[in-house]
C-alpha cells in the first residue's frame, strides 16, 4: 500500500506547541537500540542548541497526524564553519554554510525514499553556498546514501569527547 506522506516547514519562532517532544519520540524510536548510550540520552539539549540558533529550518514528514522523521539545520555563522579545518577545498566564492544536523526517519517508514524527500525539501531554496552534516563513520552506507545526494567527505571529526567519530560531509549547493 502507497501512503501519502506530507511535509511540514518549521522555522524559528513559529515552532508549535509540543514541537520538541514530537523530536524526541521520533528520536527514541529511530535510536531505541542505543538510548542507553550517553550521547543519544542529550538529545533533547541538541534540538533546544538547534532551535535556538538564527535561521533555523526544520521539516517534519507525516503519515497522517503521525511524525516519520524530520531533518533540519541552521546557517552557521561567519567565522564559526567548524567544517573549514578538514581536507575540503571549496572554490573560490564558497562562503556561507548550512548545517544539517539531523536527517531521521522511523524505522517503521524507512527505505521508502522519505529521508531524500525530507533532506530536499530542507535544502530547497537556500542561500548558502555550501551544506555540512556528520556521519558516523561505522554507518558507510548512510555516508554512501549521502554521496548520491552529492556530498563529498571532507575529513573526519569527533565534536564532543563522548560522541562517535564522524566522517566530515560537504555539499556545493550552488555548482
Given at each position: 500500500?502507497?501512503?501519502?506522506?506530507?511535509?511540514?516547514?518549521?522555522?524559528?519562532?513559529?515552532?508549535?506547541?509540543?514541537?520538541?517532544?514530537?523530536?524526541?519520540?521520533?528520536?527514541?524510536?529511530?535510536?531505541?537500540?542505543?538510548?542507553?548510550?550517553?550521547?543519544?540520552?542529550?538529545?533533547?539539549?541538541?534540538?533546544?542548541?538547534?532551535?535556538?540558533?538564527?535561521?533555523?529550518?526544520?521539516?517534519?514528514?507525516?503519515?497522517?497526524?503521525?511524525?516519520?522523521?524530520?531533518?533540519?539545520g541552521a546557517p552557521l555563522?561567519?567565522?564559526?564553519?567548524?567544517?573549514?579545518?578538514?581536507?575540503?577545498?571549496?572554490?573560490?566564492?564558497?562562503?556561507?554554510?548550512?548545517?544539517?544536523?539531523?536527517?531521521?526517519?522511523?524505522?517503521?517508514?524507512?527505505?521508502?525514499?522519505?529521508?531524500?524527500?525530507?533532506?530536499?525539501?530542507?535544502?530547497?531554496?537556500?542561500?548558502?553556498?555550501?551544506?555540512?552534516?556528520?556521519?558516523?563513520?561505522?554507518?558507510?552506507?548512510?555516508?554512501?546514501?549521502?554521496?548520491?545526494?552529492?556530498?563529498?567527505?571532507?575529513?573526519?571529526?569527533?565534536?564532543?569527547?563522548?560522541?562517535?567519530?564522524?566522517?566530515?560531509?560537504?555539499?556545493?549547493?550552488?555548482?
Amino acid at each position: 500500500m502507497t501512503r501519502v506522506i506530507d511535509l511540514g516547514h518549521y522555522s524559528q519562532g513559529s515552532l508549535p506547541e509540543g514541537f520538541k517532544r514530537m523530536l524526541i519520540e521520533v528520536h527514541a524510536d529511530s535510536y531505541a537500540d542505543a538510548m542507553d548510550n550517553e550521547f543519544n540520552q542529550r538529545f533533547p539539549w541538541f534540538i533546544d542548541h538547534w532551535s535556538g540558533m538564527d535561521g533555523f529550518t526544520c521539516v517534519v514528514a507525516f503519515d497522517g497526524d503521525e511524525p516519520t522523521g524530520f531533518a533540519y539545520g541552521a546557517p552557521l555563522p561567519p567565522g564559526r564553519e567548524w567544517w573549514r579545518s578538514t581536507e575540503f577545498e571549496p572554490n573560490n566564492g564558497y562562503t556561507s554554510t548550512y548545517a544539517v544536523s539531523e536527517v531521521m526517519v522511523r524505522p517503521r517508514w524507512r527505505k521508502q525514499g522519505i529521508s531524500d524527500r525530507l533532506h530536499a525539501a530542507l535544502l530547497n531554496e537556500r542561500g548558502e553556498d555550501l551544506a555540512v552534516l556528520l556521519v558516523d563513520v561505522t554507518h558507510p552506507k548512510v555516508q554512501e546514501l549521502y554521496e548520491t545526494w552529492g556530498y563529498e567527505k571532507a575529513g573526519e571529526q569527533r565534536p564532543f569527547a563522548d560522541s562517535p567519530l564522524y566522517a566530515v560531509m560537504v555539499k556545493r549547493l550552488h555548482p
